[in-house]
């Protein structure tokens, strides 16, 4: 089975501009999850997506937003970037809805920079 | 809002030396545990996970993790540590309530080096 695929791998943006990741889960997946990554911070949860639908958010500002699709592939998109903004993001997919009894699988992320 | 903590940031050892990374988590309900390890240039992995049941639980590569619910830790622990463990370890947990389970809290996550 192929893994998590995220794209792009590399974004530069500039501040005020917006952007829109792409994840394409394992196949089977219903569940997808992003989470940002940055030095100071670590790991951090934006949200998941199960069944077309945000299921649990983590504590982000309501610029960072996402949607699944009906083939489970998701789109997180931030508005207004800011120079804070700047992470790596990671996408991860699971069979079920929240860490419970499947584990997450990651993708490789990508890496956003703001200038 | 709870919060993981990880003990070490850095941490150096020899090869063959015994390893344990500690973790703690702020959350008094049921949570699920999870450790997470990142090789160089890869991706983020499953290492090991307790949901419920022995408090001691095995992962791949030899590691395993005891949880203590009294002292809210989920430690990880290999006997004898190979030059290939060198890697980023991510100690997780998500708050189980009625409605399933959230979103991961991770840890700040702890850097290892192997020295062979």
């Known amino acids: 089975k192929a893994g998590v695929t995220q794209t792009p791998r590399y974004l530069i943006k500039t501040r005020g501009q917006q952007v829109t990741l792409s994840c394409s889960p394992i196949s089977g997946h219903r569940s997808v999850s992003w989470y940002q990554q940055t030095p100071g911070q670590g790991l951090q949860f934006l949200f998941e997506?199960?069944?077309?639908?945000?299921?649990n958010k983590g504590n982000f500002p309501g610029r960072f937003s996402g949607r699944q699709f009906s083939n489970s592939r998701s789109e997180m998109n931030v508005s207004t970037l800011e120079l804070g903004d700047s992470a790596l993001y990671l996408c991860?997919?699971?069979?079920?809805?929240?860490?419970?009894?499947?584990?997450?699988?990651f993708g490789n992320g990508t890496r956003l920079t703001v200038t | 809002a709870q919060s993981v903590s990880q003990h070490n940031h850095h941490v150096i050892l020899s090869e063959a030396a015994s390893l344990e990374l500690g973790c703690n988590y702020s959350y008094g309900g049921t949570v699920n545990l999870f450790w997470y390890v990142q090789y160089p240039g890869q991706h983020l992995q499953l290492l090991l996970k307790y949901f419920s049941g022995d408090p001691l639980v095995k992962g791949i590569k030899g590691f395993e993790a005891e949880f203590i619910k009294s002292k809210f830790s989920f430690n990880l622990r290999k006997p004898s540590v190979q030059w290939s463990d060198t890697a980023e370890y991510f100690c997780?947990?998500?708050?189980?309530?009625?409605?399933?389970?959230?979103?991961?809290?991770f840890g700040k996550g702890t850097h290892l080096i192997i020295q062979p």
């Open positions: 997506y199960f069944s077309e639908t945000q299921r």
């Open positions: 997780a947990v998500s708050i189980v309530s009625g409605g399933g389970a959230d979103g991961l809290t």
């Open positions: 991860a997919s699971s069979e079920t809805l929240g860490a419970t009894n499947s584990p997450l699988h």
